[in-house]
């Protein structure tokens, strides 16, 4: 069974974006087919919440080999996709200096395939910082089912 949400998305519009690609691009590093987050629509600074989106479409670059046929997104990649919205958030929020390296992943579980014509929704709760390192609990949702959840950690190299 898969856990509470991080916070309720009913409350938020959905349709708002706060920060849009080239938002994300000016402190993130990732570039071309390893750019996984689209959007940033909410941010809540004082609880340190964020929710962000990734649209997965047909030319993704793992499609024509993930499972042929029938494609779906690596679950690495989803949590690559979790890893740049806490990096953003931590980058642009928090306002972090330098480069944000991922450091470790935990208690992560794949729950629903998320296939090419979805949009997988990302939340995010910072849960812990330390001069040296952050972790970060994200779920991905697709539709109104979980996809997956995990506790990301990152820190500046």
């Not at 994300?24 to 941010?43: G, R």
């Not at 390296?101 to 812990?128: D, M, Q, Y």
Request: glycine letters at 8%; hydrophobic letters at 45%; one cysteine or more.
């Amino acid at each position: 069974m898969p856990p509470a949400l991080l916070f309720d998305l009913n409350k938020i519009d959905l349709n708002h974006v706060e920060f849009d690609r080239s938002a994300i691009a000016e402190v993130n590093p990732q570039a071309y087919e390893m750019a996984q987050l689209d959007a940033v629509t909410w941010v809540d600074s004082t609880r340190m919440l964020c929710l962000g989106y990734k649209d997965v479409t047909e030319n993704e670059f793992w499609v024509r080999g993930h499972i042929p046929g029938r494609p779906l997104m690596p679950g690495v990649i989803m949590v690559e996709a979790a890893a740049q919205l806490a990096s953003f958030y931590m980058k642009r929020i928090y306002e972090l200096k330098g480069f944000i390296g991922f450091s470790g992943i935990e208690n992560t579980r794949f729950r629903e395939a998320v296939p090419p014509g979805n949009r997988l929704w990302l939340l995010c709760h910072i849960c812990k910082v330390r001069s040296r390192q952050f972790s970060a609990a994200v779920q991905g949702l697709v539709g109104d089912k979980m996809a997956f959840d995990t506790v990301i950690s990152g820190m500046p190299i």
